[in-house]
């Protein structure tokens, strides 16, 4: 069950890994790019965006590039204390209207349509486990009509066929991999706090409860996972970095491939009326 607590004292000791989880590896870099692109196509300057479970700031930054206002929220007091630090070191500190604590399962701080857009990447979804409708109501709750919603979430297929074989070094394997596949839900005994990975069907299936829209879906990698050490090389190269970044747009934005990378993105739409 979803605990607070446990995921804030988790990313207050998780810290500066979050500032350099986007870029740490070539499939994250491909992560990175794919999540912006989705960014830059349907933000725009002078936008009111909340970013919800923002971490150390990667996409914050982006969104201050594209001229948003951003009330930027995260439920980690470190990773805010991150943010805030980062921006300031690019000088974009003028595009953040101000810095909030918050849960995205309750952001009762936040009146109905106070805002543009909202953007939760990076996986807070995946890690209110069980509150992951509750949530998804909050952020649309908070948009206004006709506004769109950005979700990023763990991709139970990708992250499974991406480490399947660390996985079937684990004590109890395959057994402790039963229950994962069956509902997607990964405990803190793993390694990690727990989290919730999602199947699109699955994903889907809990948009359609709402009063909105997919626009947009796409894995966040797909060409790119398992592939670092052939990538480390051939994206220094700016004329192949370009195109291998051409293709992975393309692809990953295939229905059947967006089950494959290690995180699955959605841009909703809300109703109009």
Same mark, same amino acid.
């Given at each position: 069950?979803?605990?607070?607590?446990?995921?804030?004292?988790?990313?207050?000791?998780?810290?500066?890994?979050?500032?350099?989880?986007?870029?740490?590896?070539?499939?994250?870099?491909?992560?990175?790019?794919?999540?912006?692109?989705?960014?830059?196509k349907f933000?725009?300057? /002078?936008?009111?965006?909340?970013?919800?479970? %923002? $971490?150390?700031?990667? =996409?914050?930054?982006?969104?201050?590039? &594209? !001229?948003? *206002?951003?009330?930027?929220?995260?439920?980690?007091?470190?990773?805010?204390?991150?943010?805030?630090?980062?921006?300031?070191?690019?000088?974009?500190?003028?595009?953040?209207?101000?810095?909030?604590?918050?849960?995205?399962?309750?952001?009762?701080?936040?009146?109905?349509?106070?805002?543009?857009?909202?953007?939760?990447?990076?996986?807070?979804?995946?890690?209110?486990?069980?509150?992951?409708?509750?949530?998804? /109501?909050?952020?649309?709750?908070?948009?206004? %009509? $006709?506004?769109?919603? =950005?979700?990023?979430?763990?991709?139970? &297929? !990708?992250? *499974?066929?991406?480490?399947?074989?660390?996985?079937?070094?684990?004590?109890?394997?395959?057994?402790?991999?039963?229950?994962?596949?069956?509902n997607g839900?990964?405990?803190?005994?793993?390694?990690?706090?727990?989290?919730?990975?999602?199947?699109?069907?699955?994903?889907?299936?809990?948009?359609?409860?709402?009063?909105?829209?997919?626009?947009?879906?796409?894995?966040?990698?797909?060409?790119?996972?398992?592939?670092?050490?052939?990538?480390?090389?051939?994206?220094?190269?700016?004329?192949?970095?370009?195109?291998?970044?051409?293709?992975?747009?393309?692809?990953?934005a295939e229905?059947?491939?967006?089950?494959?990378?290690?995180?699955?993105?959605?841009?909703?739409?809300?109703?109009?009326?």
């Open positions: 069950m979803y605990n607070a607590q446990t995921i804030s004292d988790f990313f207050d000791t998780y810290g500066e890994k979050e500032w350099e989880r986007l870029v740490a590896t070539p499939r994250d870099q491909v992560s990175f790019y794919i999540h912006t692109h989705y960014l830059q933000i725009k300057a /002078g936008d009111n965006v909340l970013e919800a479970g %923002a $971490g150390a700031v990667r =996409f914050t930054i982006e969104l201050a590039k &594209l !001229g948003a *206002t951003i009330t930027v929220g995260d439920i980690s007091k470190i990773q805010l204390e991150l943010n805030e630090k980062y921006v300031k070191e690019v000088g974009l500190e003028t595009q953040v209207k101000e810095r909030v604590e918050l849960d995205i399962t309750n952001l009762k701080n936040f009146s109905d349509k106070s805002f543009d857009t909202v953007v939760c990447y990076g996986g807070p979804i995946s890690y209110v486990l069980d509150k992951g409708e509750q949530a998804i /109501g909050e952020l649309l709750r908070v948009t206004k %009509a $006709g506004g769109y919603v =950005f979700i990023s979430v763990m991709s139970l &297929l !990708g992250v *499974t066929r991406s480490l399947f074989e660390v996985v079937t070094t684990l004590e109890g394997y395959p057994d402790i991999l039963k229950p994962v596949n069956k839900m990964l405990d803190d005994k793993l390694g990690h706090t727990a989290l919730k990975m999602y199947r699109y069907s699955e994903l889907k299936t809990l948009l359609q409860k709402f009063p909105c829209k997919v626009v947009a879906a796409s894995a966040a990698n797909y060409l790119s996972l398992g592939r670092d050490e052939f990538l480390a090389t051939h994206l220094q190269n700016e004329e192949l970095r370009k195109l291998f970044f051409s293709w992975e747009l393309d692809y990953c229905e059947g491939a967006i089950d494959g990378g290690s995180h699955m993105i959605a841009v909703v739409q809300k109703d109009s009326k």
